[in-house]
């Protein structure tokens, strides 16, 4: 079974970073696009980012230039490095094999679907002074 173990999560002030990591197990990291998805309190599944297979990276407008996206194929382990942090980044993020529907121009699109695609616990970040 396929499973995706999310980490690094946490609170920090705002301007601060943090690093997430995700795990994976049970599938072929390297043949599989990955992504980020979060979800902040009282709001629905947003796309975060996207790598992938050949290390391609795609962002979403409000954390292109904060955020980065990054894949150990050895480690299995997919990451998140998150730059500049802002209030408007708390919430809980996700790792997914979910499909976007497409990409284009650095950005992709789609409405994630926890039904869809595996995904992990979440961990979760808080932004605040």
């Known amino acids: 079974a396929v499973r995706l173990v999310e980490s690094g999560g946490g609170f920090v002030q705002p301007g601060g970073s943090l690093r997430l990591s995700c795990e994976v197990s049970?599938?072929?990291?390297?043949?599989?696009?990955m992504n980020w998805v979060r979800q902040a309190p009282g709001k629905g599944l947003e796309w975060v980012s996207r790598i992938g297979t050949d290390s391609r990276t795609y962002y979403a407008d409000s954390v292109k230039g904060r955020f980065t996206i990054s894949r150990d194929d050895a480690q299995s382990t997919i990451y998140l490095q998150m730059n500049s942090l802002e209030t408007e980044d708390t919430a809980m993020y996700f790792c997914?094999?979910?499909?976007?529907?497409?990409?284009?121009?650095?950005?992709?699109?789609?409405?994630?679907?926890?039904?869809?695609?595996?995904w992990g616990q979440g961990t979760k970040v808080t932004v605040s002074s």
């Open positions: 997914t094999n979910w499909k976007v529907r497409y990409c284009t121009l650095g950005r992709c699109f789609g409405t994630p679907n926890r039904a869809s695609g595996d």
């Open positions: 049970g599938l072929t990291l390297s043949m599989t696009p």
